[in-house]
């Protein structure tokens, strides 16, 4: 089965600064790459996602860049705010053949210092 | 509209016992996905709903089981409960056809004694 490795467990960065998430997967035929954030005592929620057809996808200050040939993908944050701290979760599925069961990885505990 | 919602918040039991967890997907959605959050080791896959049948399970031993009702709403049944069992219960629905996204309920936080 899939199986998806997540660094860092990890990620302490000053206001203003970036911050930089990556997964790497197992299964080649996985399509499907989604990221949620999830804040403390709350649940998860898909702050952006990107398929296999696409190499990199941007939304404000969030883009997500993909690497098929090597199986990386990585979340790219930038000028980032207190209100990003949190954990962020990446996730691989394969969505064709009715398939639609994410692997996630096991959480980045971001903290920004304001 | 209403998002995915799950009940109860908060459960306390003792270990043998029984818990029962529920969900409401977002309407118009059929699938139902459960997951176990447990400190540390992210979201654990425990079980699929799709139109009312089980269409997958995780690596979870049988006392994990559930059922999906005719209007998409999700049970989970969790039997013989260990202290292990101590995580926060995930619920998400998905929408009909090739819909990908999954979107999450608050949770239900299951503490055994």
């Known amino acids: 089965g899939e199986n998806v490795e997540q660094h860092p467990s990890t990620l302490s960065v000053q206001e203003g600064d970036s911050a930089v998430i990556k997964c790497t997967y197992s299964?080649?035929?996985?399509?499907?790459f989604p990221w949620y954030k999830q804040e403390l005592g709350k649940r998860p929620q898909l702050i952006i996602d990107i398929r296999s057809n696409v190499g990199e996808k941007k939304d404000q200050r969030i883009a997500v860049t993909l690497n098929k040939t090597a199986k990386h993908f990585s979340l790219h944050i930038t000028e980032t705010q207190p209100e990003d701290s949190a954990v962020y979760f990446c996730?691989?599925?394969?969505?064709?053949?009715?398939?639609?069961?994410?692997?996630f990885g096991r959480g980045t505990s971001l903290i920004v210092h304001p | 509209e209403a998002g995915v919602t799950q009940s109860p918040t908060h459960l306390i039991k003792t270990r043998g016992q029984q818990a029962t967890l529920r969900c409401s997907p977002i309407?118009?959605?059929?699938?139902v996905y459960w997951y176990q959050q447990a400190l540390g080791l992210g979201l654990q896959f425990l079980l699929w709903?799709?139109?009312?049948?089980?269409?997958n399970r995780g690596n979870f031993p049988p006392r994990f089981s559930g059922r999906q009702f005719p209007n998409y709403s999700s049970e989970l049944n969790v039997n013989a409960l260990e202290l292990e069992d101590s995580a926060l219960y995930l619920c998400?629905?998905?929408?009909?056809?090739?819909?990908?996204?999954?979107?999450f309920g608050p949770g239900t936080r299951l503490l055994v004694l």
């Open positions: 299964d080649s035929a996985s399509n499907y």
């Open positions: 996730a691989a599925s394969l969505t064709s053949g009715g398939s639609y069961i994410p692997t």
């Open positions: 998400a629905s998905r929408g009909r056809g090739k819909s990908e996204t999954q979107y």
């Open positions: 709903y799709d139109e009312g049948e089980e269409r």
């Open positions: 309407s118009g959605h059929t699938s």
